[in-house]
């Protein structure tokens, strides 16, 4: 088992603990992984995965809404639509945007310009879901706040998530995926937003799965100039994190322990840097505190994250 196939098991168990999925869709996940019912069954019997989830209970947060932005922030209650500002939005232009694989295969993309001038690239990385509404919606958020923002369907040749519309397969499936081969689709990515603006003015962020991604194309030497990865899993090679070029705003989640749990190692190479960083553990909340299509939405704070990452972009991008 790869380091990322191991990355969305424990986001299943974890899914499963938290009372989010049954035991029976528990099962169902982990075996798209194994291949085996069989297998399946030992493995969550090795790593001590029990019979019946934690009960979770809700706690009302009260909205304090952000008033003086600008831009689009994460809404104030969940969405089922994962829209919360629409194509047609006059701030924005949504507009096609090739991008070419290494390899010569055309990736499924989505971008998003504002409808005046650009200050530079955002590249958004998806979550172990694929290039779903959600995602598309965070690309427009980026180009209401003055970016060009950016997506690419890491399964693109696989169909994306429109033909991968199970998330568990999908899941599955990008797992299954080497590390380099997706660096590279978003190097070819951040090539293509270097077109559209200012090509030295450009950023990089991501969720869950996608910021372990971007952690990785840090890693890899991805030429930016400011990254933010949200409570994204340490990359296969941490200690190429001290050679990054990046300013990096790392966001992480107080209750998400086994992501938040390797800050330490990370913040050690970024110290070795130069380059201005911040590591911050929002209160209070779980992994994928941001997406507002998931159960463990925080309004209050995925507003806070949101702003303090466009602010970091401006601060650092532009």
């Excluded at 009260?62 to 994460?74: D, E, G, H, L, V």
């Excluded at 504002?114 to 958020?141: C, F, S, W, Y």
């Amino acid at each position: 088992m790869n380091d990322f196939e191991r990355y969305v098991l424990q986001e299943h168990v974890a899914d499963f603990d938290d009372g989010v999925i049954s035991r029976r869709e528990l099962l169902r996940r982990v075996t798209l992984i194994t291949g085996s019912l069989a297998a399946t069954l030992v493995l969550l019997e090795a790593i001590g995965c029990g019979e019946q989830p934690r009960g979770v209970t809700a706690t009302p947060v009260s909205r304090a809404t952000n008033r003086a932005a600008p831009f689009a922030t994460p809404p104030a209650a969940p969405t089922t639509t994962g829209v919360t500002v629409r194509p047609d939005d006059p701030r924005i232009r949504v507009q096609a945007l090739a991008v070419e694989g290494a390899d010569g295969a055309r990736l499924i993309t989505y971008s998003a310009r504002p409808a005046g001038q650009t200050a530079g690239g955002i590249l958004v990385v998806h979550e172990n879901r694929g290039l779903v509404e959600h995602i598309k919606d965070v690309v427009r958020r980026v180009a209401t706040a003055g970016f060009t923002g950016l997506a690419v369907d890491l399964l693109s040749r696989d169909g994306g998530a429109d033909r991968l519309s199970d998330p568990a397969a999908y899941a599955a499936a990008l797992a299954r995926r080497p590390v380099a081969d997706m660096v590279s689709d978003l190097q070819r990515g951040l090539h293509a937003l270097s077109a559209t603006g200012p090509a030295a003015r450009l950023g990089i962020t991501g969720f869950c799965f996608g910021g372990g991604m971007v952690w990785n194309a840090l890693a890899a030497g991805a030429a930016v100039k400011a990254a933010v990865p949200f409570y994204g899993p340490a990359p296969q090679d941490v200690a190429a994190l001290a050679a990054t070029k990046a300013a990096v705003f790392a966001v992480y989640a107080q209750l998400d322990s086994r992501i938040t749990g390797t800050s330490g190692q990370i913040e050690a190479q970024l110290k070795q840097t130069g380059r201005p960083y911040r590591i911050t553990v929002y209160p209070g909340v779980d992994h994928a505190f941001h997406n507002d299509t998931g159960p463990r939405y925080n309004a209050v704070q995925a507003e806070a994250a949101w702003v303090a990452a466009v602010e970091w972009f401006r601060q650092y991008v532009i």
